[in-house]
């Protein structure tokens, strides 16, 4: 089995690509330059591979939430992936990409975050044992100040980009997203026999922001 995985939701982004149980990654702080470093990245871990477009089985991609631009940029790369070779394409919300590592956690509430700006971050609390399957349970946007507030007891654990408020000068020493979740929450749903997405819906932090055009 070979599946690629892209992950644009935010400035971290990240690919990787798991050969018959064999995964390499690559993780990266991009500042709006998901549209022209995404596929070089791809393309690099296919080459040290040796492995072409069409010999990968499925591509998994992160949907969100995320900035417009950012999620746009990796279901868009995935869906011109696997087009072509009527290839799987599988769509993980990103929350779930960051509470994953934690399913072992099961007597705890797992909380996502994810900054989405003006001081405020995404939040997605798991209930129970995080699978592969269940997305979370409670989903919505708060001011950072009411983290503390809203989730800090002893049965919570925060996890994600957004857990660790961080200056934009400290940006890559925050938590980022592993690509070893992302390819192992889509391997688990391959083996379900569930996941493919023909047309797979961007979660997005915040609407997209349309203006209406000016009369001339």
């Known amino acids: 089995m070979k599946i690629l995985g892209i992950d644009t939701s935010t400035g971290f982004a990240g690919v990787g690509l798991n050969v018959d149980g064999e995964t390499s990654t690559a993780i990266w702080w991009s500042r709006h330059n998901h549209g022209r470093e995404v596929m070089p990245a791809v393309m690099r871990l296919l080459d040290a591979a040796g492995i072409e477009v069409h010999d ?82 409670d989903v919505g946007i708060c001011e950072i100040a009411e983290i503390g507030e809203r989730f800090d007891n002893d049965a919570t654990i925060l996890c994600g980009e957004g857990a660790v408020e961080t200056a934009p000068e400290e940006a890559d020493s925050r938590p980022v997203r592993d690509p070893h979740a992302l390819l192992a929450i889509a391997l688990a749903r391959i083996d379900r026999g569930l996941g493919v997405d023909d047309a797979p819906k961007p979660i997005y932090s915040r609407p997209p922001t349309i203006t209406a055009p000016k009369r001339v």
Do not use: C, M, N, W
């Open 56 to 137: 990968l089985d499925a591509v998994a991609v992160a949907l969100g939430p995320g900035g417009f631009s950012a999620v746009r940029v990796g279901i868009a790369t995935g869906q011109g992936l696997t087009t072509p070779t009527d290839g799987r394409l599988i769509g993980i919300p990103t929350h779930l990409i960051q509470a994953f590592p934690l399913r072992d956690e099961i007597d705890k509430r797992i909380v996502s975050l994810i900054p989405v700006g003006r001081r405020q971050v995404s939040y997605g609390a798991f209930t129970g044992p995080v699978t592969a399957v269940d997305g979370p349970v």
